[in-house]
């Protein structure tokens, strides 16, 4: 077999009439939220997590799509519990800043 080291290499293995499809995931619409930042280390052992109140007519798709994003620029962790978000650590302030430049209003409450 020829070891392949070109892209040109590549497009020799697919057949003629091969068509790729271009996928562009368009950014979901959510409707704009007004949302609590809550400060909670309560049965954590101390470990700080940011949690994100006040969803109204979202289902978890929508909050994922949401939470996703600022996870990954963040490079923090996270989850969706109860229709409320959950990050690991205290990086509020960026979180905050993040949903208020999505045209988010955000209320920070505790810590």
Known sequence: ????????????LMPDDYKSQNIIKLKSSIKKQTLEAHFSVKGRAGT????????????????????KPIKNKLGIGGTIK?????FQGDKRDKI???????????????G
């Open 96 to 110: 905050i800043s993040i949903l208020e430049s999505e045209g988010h209003s955000v209320k920070r409450i505790g």
């Open 82 to 86: 109860n229709n409320e978000i959950y």
């Open 48 to 67: 700080p997590v940011i949690i994100l109140k006040g969803f109204s007519n979202l289902n978890k798709e929508d909050l994922k799509s949401l939470a």
């Open 1 to 12: 077999m020829k070891k392949l080291t070109s892209l040109k290499d590549l497009k020799a």
